[in-house]
């Protein structure tokens, strides 16, 4: 798949064989369909199906539909529960924010993503973007975590 695809999909976390596979035989190399990656999530309606009338959002589910390609993504994001990686973080904190369905849904649409930009411009994965992502995470929640105590008159100390 490496020698077909210009890039190895297997090297990110929850992408299998089979799921390359998949995506070669649904999309196949050439990506060209795609005027952008916003296109091609909405393609596997993994992207929200905004319904808006006078301004307002009424719905913003994403749409029906049964791709096999979205159904494999959404099961590979589902692997990914237990996973030691940004991918497996972000899918657990969209799992406790948002539920599992909608998790997954987010998680597989991150996949699409992913996958989109490695086979378009012929990248392999790289982790340590994700590594920069994850420190302004924890940078954030540790802002979050001295606002709140101060709010309870506590004061937080580094262990």
């Known amino acids: 798949m490496h020698r077909i695809l210009g890039t190895d999909l297997t090297l990110i976390d929850g992408i299998s064989d089979l799921t390359a596979h998949i995506f070669f035989t649904e999309v196949g190399p050439d990506l060209s369909w795609f005027k952008?990656?916003?296109?091609?999530?909405?393609?596997?309606?993994?992207?929200?199906?905004?319904?808006?009338?006078?301004?307002?959002?009424?719905?913003?589910?994403t749409g029906p539909g049964s791709n096999r390609l979205a159904n494999t993504l959404?099961?590979?994001?589902?692997?990914?529960?237990?996973?030691?990686?940004?991918?497996?973080?972000?899918?657990?904190?969209?799992?406790?924010?948002?539920?599992?369905?909608?998790a997954i849904t987010a998680t597989a649409h991150k996949?699409?993503?992913?996958?989109?930009?490695?086979?378009?411009?012929?990248?392999?994965?790289?982790?340590?973007?994700?590594?920069?992502?994850?420190?302004?995470?924890q940078k954030h929640m540790k802002k979050r975590l001295e606002k709140q105590a101060e709010s309870m008159g506590f004061q937080l100390v580094a262990a």
């Open 111 to 137: 996949l699409a993503r992913i996958i989109f930009h490695l086979v378009k411009y012929q990248k392999t994965f790289d982790e340590t973007i994700f590594a920069e992502l994850e420190k302004a995470h």
């Open 74 to 102: 959404r099961l590979s994001a589902d692997s990914l529960w237990r996973g030691n990686s940004y991918l497996g973080d972000y899918y657990r904190r969209m799992r406790a924010r948002h539920g599992a369905p909608k």
């Open 36 to 61: 952008n990656v916003c296109h091609f999530c909405s393609w596997l309606n993994l992207s929200p199906n905004n319904k808006i009338s006078g301004g307002k959002i009424l719905s913003s589910q």
